[in-house]
T-cell receptor
Framework: QQPVQSPQAVILREGEDAVINCSSS?????VHWYRQKHGEAPVFLMI?????EQKGHDKISASFNEKKQQSSLYLTASQLSYSGTYFC?????????FGTGTSLTVIP | EADIYQTPRYLVIGTGKKITLECSQT?????MYWYQQDPGMELHLIHY???????EKGDLSSESTVSRIRTEHFPLTLESARPSHTSQYLC???????????FGDGTRLSIL
């Protein structure tokens, strides 16, 4: 039931781009994205409710391919503040399943 | 900014003690959640509630119990703590439906 994310970890230099993928073996009805900085609570980034939907704010955006049962998070021109662990998540049968997580580190 | 509070922030306690982790939110959210998260790992849902007097277990088996007597309050109790309960416990809340979850800062629990 748990979505699988790739890559598990990525290191970027400031200004570089990254893509984080979230895939499920079961149907995805919606996809949430959260970022958790070390020692802090997860913070909501965005939610995609429909297949084909794309959203974004600042330089972080996401897409949702319902047929392929996957979502991708795009970080462009990364900043030091983007460092943290990114989780996708999806509701199913009254539960909520977070993905396996992607650790992203941005270095100067 | 989300208004959801968890206490204590850290707890180190001996085996066999009864523990209650507190979670309160001031946003009037109907849905509340408890997640368990080991260091560097994913979050696993252990309990959730749709409103007063509603509690359900998550997929991850847990020996803890929860109650929801008031909308704003969702405490988690361990009757007899064991070292296997050592983990971080995160509380969250959201509006009903498929809505963003707002998290508290968590309780880091360590059972000796």
């Amino acid at each position: 039931q748990q979505p699988v994310q790739s890559p598990q970890a990525v290191i970027l230099r400031e200004g570089e781009d990254a893509v984080i993928n979230c895939s499920s073996s079961k149907a995805l009805y919606s996809v949430h994205w959260y970022r958790q900085k070390h020692g802090e609570a997860p913070v909501f980034l965005m939610i995609l409710l429909k297949g084909g939907e794309q959203k974004g704010h600042d330089k972080i955006s996401a897409s949702f391919n319902e047929k392929k049962q996957q979502s991708s998070l795009y970080l462009t021109a990364s900043q030091l503040s983007y460092s943290g662990t990114y989780f996708c998540g999806t509701p199913k049968a009254n539960q909520f399943y977070f993905g396996t997580g992607t650790s992203l580190t941005v270095i100067p | 900014e989300a208004d959801i509070y968890q206490t204590p922030r850290y707890l180190v306690i001996g085996t066999g003690k009864k523990i209650t982790l507190e979670c309160s939110q001031t946003m009037g959210h109907d849905k509340m959640y408890w997640y368990q998260q080991d260091p560097g790992m994913e979050l696993h849902l252990i309990h959730y509630s749709y409103g007063v007097n509603s509690t359900e277990k998550g997929d991850l088996s847990s020996e803890s119990t929860v109650s929801r007597i008031r909308t704003e309050h969702f405490p988690l109790t361990l009757e007899s703590a064991r070292p296997s309960h050592t983990s971080q416990y995160l509380c969250a809340s959201s509006e009903l439906g498929d809505q963003p979850q707002h998290f508290g800062d968590g309780t880091r629990l360590s059972i000796l």
